[in-house]
């Protein structure tokens, strides 16, 4: 079984695509011949041919609509987009219509796209190379939002995403596309969509995370268990439709939560889940809910990057202001 | 053409006629919600090119006054009338109203309200048709003022780069809402600006069927066969505002006038009459017929049909019983 990074295992997962299904079609801007700005797309246009394999023009509301075309036509279209913050005109298209076909045709048609796009910050790039605008997607019924944070995630769900009905924006936490090595197998196993992973059980804080942040909470709940303090970790991994049982069952045994997204902070994923838990899991909670997350400003600049992102040292200040409150 | 097709034509146009001023009272009546375009005026488009298409196989999106495509694509009448009136018996169960028509079945592949949106959506297709080799192709109906869009320039590139099967059909009627189209437009005659794409492109009289259905036919025969995009601009004229709530106060009433003059089905009518295909009575009976058919069954049929039902309200966002919510091989 190969060791692979996780943008290589977004790389085996859409070769699997590609190969056992006939509808499936990739494309984007320098996918193609170049492999794509990360390499997640390299070798596949050898492999599958220039027909399905697609280099586009720079035309971001075009790709987008051109797959929701596609999905019409019985295709399944998967999309990259370079960055996440160039998929800002592909919003017209993924709100008005791939959203929607579904509702408006009252199932007659649906739309199984994928737009995939590398997110999120610490790469010493400027702020659309860096930012994790997440919340807007989530925010839209009628999308699936998919966040792998591990090389055998993001195998397993991108394979879901791509088989899956309904549209899905796959966002890569380019971070860490090659910052652990897994061993992937290439079995063509799918993971569960709409599920949270447990990455840590844990029974005196949970810890609510996904994408790159996985790691700064992973070491948070690690600095935690020297102190005798046990974390639990979940990985939402599909921010919407989110999996809130789980994250309630989790609360109901710790009792407190922190929610870690590097995202800015007002009307973020963070927001919905302390708002699910007010609803429905207050009772169990001993101390308030802590949010860690970016800032509400706009994405700095490479020099100011590492005060904006959530660190594990806030997360653990903030696990223990949990404890403190009782 | 010859004189059937001619009869025959002339029927469905009237029919198309009838059929949205009909709309128009029971939007009055207010029987008809979320907003309705009106297509008299403009059939010699709809029914020109389709007919020298194959409706019902290649597949067909347009924008918001989309009642009419819809119809000559194979929808029912009845489905498209109680789609409007928002029941459950509609096109799509009276979620889409009279701005997102869909019939899937016959190739319809939607309305869209949104000025320019379903452009890539179009080029996707005729992609999709073309990967998979059927001998159908891709009819983009798009409004002059549409082409002011971005989507309107990223779709002709990709067309042309990729020498797709798509059929654009610009039907010019002058006015983007309420502003006419030298006083948003820097070249009006749409056609040329396909040109910088190396798309072949035509401008004919969108009035006279028999004109329109013949350009129709050289630029299907072209897209047909693997030539690549091809561009029809039909200039024609909307009799009402832009939609109900449009005054349609900003228009000469001799400019009015003077398209009124070219009316498409008058024009078709007096070409039968006068060359001994049909008598003022045939057409008389003709146009009793289509108003009987309207009120006794569509408008019958929608007025007769169900309520959208409330517990569905949140059905149909995401996929019921979807298996890779729970993981799965392939």
């Known amino acids: 079984m190969a060791e692979l990074t996780l943008v290589e295992a977004v790389n085996l997962a859409l070769a699997r695509a590609l190969e056992i299904d006939p509808d499936v079609v990739v494309f984007g801007e320098d996918i193609g011949i170049n492999g794509g700005v990360f390499r997640a797309t390299l070798g596949l246009q050898a492999r599958y041919g220039k027909e399905r394999v697609m280099d586009t023009p720079l035309s971001e509301t075009l790709i987008a609509g051109m797959a929701i075309g596609m999905a019409a036509q019985g295709l399944k279209p998967v999309a990259e987009i370079q960055f996440m913050g160039f998929i800002y005109p592909t919003l017209d298209q993924i709100l008005s219509h791939a959203a929607r076909l579904r509702n408006r045709t009252r199932g007659r048609l649906h739309c199984p796209m994928v737009l995939r796009a590398p997110y999120g910050g610490g790469i010493h790039a400027p702020e659309h190379h860096s930012e994790s605008t997440e919340a807007l997607f989530a925010h839209i019924p009628g999308l699936r939002v998919v966040i792998p944070s591990s090389p055998l995630r993001a ?172 | 053409m010859n004189a059937a097709d001619k009869k025959r034509l002339l029927r469905e146009m009237l029919f198309a006629r009838r059929f949205e001023e009909r709309c128009y009272e029971a939007y009055v009546e207010r029987k008809i919600g979320g907003f309705l375009h009106l297509y008299p005026g403009q059939e010699a488009c709809a029914f020109g090119v389709l007919d020298a298409a194959r409706p019902g196989h290649d597949y067909v999106i347009t924008g918001y006054r989309d009642h009419v495509h819809a119809i000559k694509c194979g929808a029912d009448p009845k489905e498209v009338m109680a789609e409007l009136f928002g029941k459950e018996t509609g096109s799509s169960k009276g979620r889409g109203g009279s701005m997102h028509i869909f019939d899937t079945k016959h190739h319809f592949m939607g309305g869209y309200a949104l000025v320019g949106g379903p452009f890539p959506l179009a080029v996707g297709m005729a992609k999709g048709i073309k990967l998979k080799g059927g001998d159908e192709i891709s009819i983009c109906f798009l409004g002059d003022a549409a082409n002011n869009q971005g989507t309107f320039h990223e779709t002709l590139n990709m067309a042309a780069l990729w020498e797709l099967p798509v059929l654009f059909v610009c039907e010019n009627n002058l006015y983007g809402i309420g502003t006419r189209i030298d006083r948003s437009t820097a070249v009006v005659d749409q056609y040329k600006r396909v040109c910088g794409y190396n798309i072949p492109a035509a401008q004919v009289d969108g009035q006279d069927i028999e004109k329109v259905h013949a350009a129709a036919k050289i630029a299907v025969e072209h897209v047909r066969s693997g030539k690549g995009p091809y561009f029809l601009e039909l200039m024609t004229y909307r009799y009402r505002g832009h939609s109900m709530s449009d005054s349609n106060a900003y228009r000469a009433k001799e400019e009015e006038r003077m398209w009124s003059k070219r009316d498409p089905i008058i024009m078709l009518r007096d070409r039968l009459i006068k060359a001994g295909e049909m008598s003022a009575d045939d057409y008389k009976k003709m146009d009793d017929d289509v108003l009987d058919h309207i009120e006794n069954e569509i408008i019958k049929f929608a007025e007769e049909s169900p309520e959208p039902k409330v517990e569905e309200l949140e059905r149909y966002v995401l996929a019921d019983n979807d298996p890779w919510v729970k993981g799965g091989a392939h």
């Not at chain 1, 991108?158 to 309904?166: H, Q, T």
């Not at chain 1, 899905?168 to 799918?190: H, N, S, T, W």
């Not at chain 1, 994405?299 to 949990?322: D, G, N």
Request: charged share 20%; glycine share 6%.
């Open chain 1, 155 to 326: 195998y397993g769900l991108l394979l879901a995403a791509i088989f899956d009905p309904d549209p899905v924006i796959f966002l890569e936490p380019k971070r860490i596309y090659r910052m652990v090595k897994e061993a992937v197998a290439d079995d063509g196993q799918a993971l569960p969509l709409d599920v949270c992973f447990r990455l840590r059980d844990g029974s005196d804080v949970t810890l609510v995370t996904w994408g790159a942040m996985t790691h700064e909470t992973l070491q948070a709940a690690d600095r935690l268990a020297q102190e005798g303090i046990s974390a639990e970790v979940i990985d939402v991994a599909t921010i919407k439709p989110i999996d809130s049982a789980t994250i309630l069952e989790s609360v109901a045994k710790t009792g407190r939560c922190v929610i870690v997204h590097e995202a800015a902070r007002a009307c973020g994923v963070g927001a919905e889940i302390a708002a699910q838990l007010a609803e429905h899991g207050l009772m169990s909670l001993y101390a308030p809910v802590q949010r860690v997350t970016g800032y509400d400003t706009i994405m700095p600049l490479f020099r100011l990057e590492q005060h904006y992102l959530p660190t594990s040292a806030r997360i653990v200040t903030a696990a223990k202001r949990t404890l403190e409150a009782a």
